[in-house]
């Protein structure tokens, strides 16, 4: 089997390296069309900027593994302030917002939206006014 040039993978080329595997899962379905898996992962990892993708081509394998990055600190941090203000601003934009549809638009759980709204609470951020059902947020301070 030829050897994968790494480089062509990241720009979005790829070469069949099976050609009779390829033609089976073509007939059956299972692939849509040559090349264009690798495309759909890179444009979809755009979407996730925690994970990392590392190539191996161990032997005649070859491999593809999905890790995530390793945060310091400070930029854990920096992150988590990233996502407060985008709650926060969510919630100026529209105060009715759920913390379930918040954590959709977000990316996390419910839990971590509670946790950040509680926060918000606490530091005079925002106000309940009215019921869970029915009520909406007040924006008291937001980041400019």
Known sequence: MPSVDFSLMEAGQSEIRNKLIAATF????II??????LKIIFDDLKNYPEIELNWSEPGIAFRVTFSKKSYTPESLGTTMEKMSEKILWLIKDN?????????????????TIERAIAKFKEEGRI???????GGHWEVMKCTE
């Open 32 to 37: 849509e069309q040559w090349g264009n898996g």
């Open 95 to 111: 105060p009715e917002i759920s913390a379930k549809e918040l954590a959709y638009i977000v990316n996390r759980s419910s839990r």
């Open 127 to 133: 106000k309940r006014i009215g019921p869970d059902k």
């Open 26 to 29: 073509k007939k059956l379905g």
